[in-house]
C-alpha cells in the first residue's frame, strides 16, 4: 500500500512543479520546467508524436513565463499530463484496494491519505 501511496505522491509532486501553483509548489510556477527536470511526466511525452514540439518547448521553458506556459500546452497536448493524473489514479486505486484487505482502521488511513493526495493534483 505505502509504495503505491509514494509513487502517486512522487507523481502528483511532478504535477504540482510543472502545472502548479506559487503557492502549490512553494517555489515559482513551473520551477521543474525552467530547471530542465526529467520527470516521468516528461518521460511520456517522449513516447508521443508531439515529442518534437515537446522537445522544443522544454528547451526554451528557462527564459521566462511566455515559454513555461507553452511548454506546458506542448505537455498537455501531448497527452504526458493526461497520462501521469491517469497513474497517480491507478496507483491510488492499488492502495486502497490492498488495504480493503486489512481492518477498517487501516482502510480509512489509506483512504484519508489518498484523498489527501487526489487533493493537491494540480
Known sequence: MGI???????????????FGTPAQAGREAGSDLREGKRTPL????RGAATWPEVE??????HTGPFAVRRARLELERSGARDGVAKLV????????????????????LVEDVATEIEGRMP
Open 89 to 108: 489514479e491507478q496507483h491510488l486505486e492499488s492502495a486502497r484496494s490492498l488495504a480493503r484487505s486489512f481492518s477498517n482502521g487501516v482502510a480509512a
Open 42 to 45: 516528461v518521460a511520456l511525452a
Open 4 to 18: 503505491h501511496l509514494g509513487i502517486a505522491f512522487q507523481l502528483v509532486d511532478d504535477l504540482i512543479g510543472a
Open 56 to 61: 522544443g518547448a522544454l528547451a526554451l521553458a
